[in-house]
């Protein structure tokens, strides 16, 4: 399996949280279907058009944390405005709390791909390598721009242990054996979130999962029960 390899960083990001309400709360790690989203907009597709050409069967994402996060709690001023004159003129607004992801030096990922489509994932793989995106990418809100570095390709093996295996991306809980996660390792800040893995038509949440990842950017020593990939000196499983 061929698996592209690239790394989203910027100063800030948002991925809002599917349940919170009027307090826009956010994840420390974005979910599949921001990612999913970043995807399409870097080959241009149009809002809900994808969800099927880049949904879990066709479209497979990993991810890592390279660095300690933190958040803050800002307020927003949102201006109630049917009009170009209400928005010189305000005449109603309200406050909300909105949380924002930061770190010491902003925030990095480092995204894994591949696609069941070769034609498809060359065509990813050709604009990532030449910055040829259709659409600015964003981390989850479009006022947080991110810059995308293209790390290389390369060639995943499918592999399967009964033993502990080192996992360097999230790890969905499903896959995890009863009792097959290893907390022993000294300073582990093991964090759990649940998020949505697949839209359907009008932006509705199809699937959501359960998954774990260490905070400080280290990876998960499991046992998995399914196969996970080797590539590039490491082990990852797919959202």
């Given at each position: 399996m061929e698996v592209l390899i690239f790394d989203i960083c910027g100063r800030f990001a948002h991925f809002r949280k599917f349940f919170t309400n009027s307090s826009s709360l956010t994840y420390c790690v974005p979910p599949r279907t921001v990612l999913e989203g970043m995807i399409a907009a870097i080959l241009g597709k149009e809002r809900d058009s994808y969800y099927d050409a880049l949904g879990p069967d066709n479209l497979n994402i990993a991810v890592k944390k390279l660095c300690r996060t933190r958040k803050i709690m800002q307020t927003l001023n949102y201006l109630k405005a049917t009009g170009v004159g209400e928005l010189i003129a305000q005449k109603e607004h309200t406050q909300i709390p909105f949380e924002i992801v930061t770190g010491e030096k902003g925030v990095k990922y480092r995204v894994y791909i591949s696609?069941?489509?070769?034609?498809?994932?060359?065509?990813?793989?050709?604009?990532l390598e030449n910055n040829?995106?259709?659409?600015?990418?964003?981390?989850?809100?479009?006022p947080f721009n991110c810059n995308v570095e293209y790390i290389d390709s390369f060639t995943a093996n499918e592999r399967e242990s009964h033993d502990y295996v080192y996992i360097s991306t999230l790890v969905k809980q499903d896959y995890i054996e009863e009792?097959?996660?290893?907390?022993?390792?000294?300073?582990?800040?093991?964090?759990?979130?649940?998020?949505?893995?697949?839209?359907?038509?009008?932006?509705?949440?199809?699937?959501?999962?359960?998954?774990?990842?260490?905070?400080?950017?280290?990876?998960?020593?499991?046992?998995?029960?399914?196969?996970?990939?080797?590539?590039?000196?490491?082990?990852?499983?797919?959202?």
């Amino acid at each position: 399996m061929e698996v592209l390899i690239f790394d989203i960083c910027g100063r800030f990001a948002h991925f809002r949280k599917f349940f919170t309400n009027s307090s826009s709360l956010t994840y420390c790690v974005p979910p599949r279907t921001v990612l999913e989203g970043m995807i399409a907009a870097i080959l241009g597709k149009e809002r809900d058009s994808y969800y099927d050409a880049l949904g879990p069967d066709n479209l497979n994402i990993a991810v890592k944390k390279l660095c300690r996060t933190r958040k803050i709690m800002q307020t927003l001023n949102y201006l109630k405005a049917t009009g170009v004159g209400e928005l010189i003129a305000q005449k109603e607004h309200t406050q909300i709390p909105f949380e924002i992801v930061t770190g010491e030096k902003g925030v990095k990922y480092r995204v894994y791909i591949s696609h069941s489509d070769s034609v498809i994932l060359a065509d990813i793989r050709e604009r990532l390598e030449n910055n040829k995106y259709f659409y600015p990418p964003y981390m989850g809100s479009a006022p947080f721009n991110c810059n995308v570095e293209y790390i290389d390709s390369f060639t995943a093996n499918e592999r399967e242990s009964h033993d502990y295996v080192y996992i360097s991306t999230l790890v969905k809980q499903d896959y995890i054996e009863e009792r097959g996660l290893d907390i022993t390792a000294a300073e582990l800040s093991i964090m759990k979130e649940k998020m949505p893995r697949d839209f359907e038509g009008d932006r509705r949440i199809k699937e959501i999962a359960d998954y774990l990842y260490e905070e400080n950017g280290f990876g998960l020593r499991v046992k998995l029960n399914r196969s996970y990939f080797s590539l590039n000196n490491e082990n990852i499983v797919f959202l």
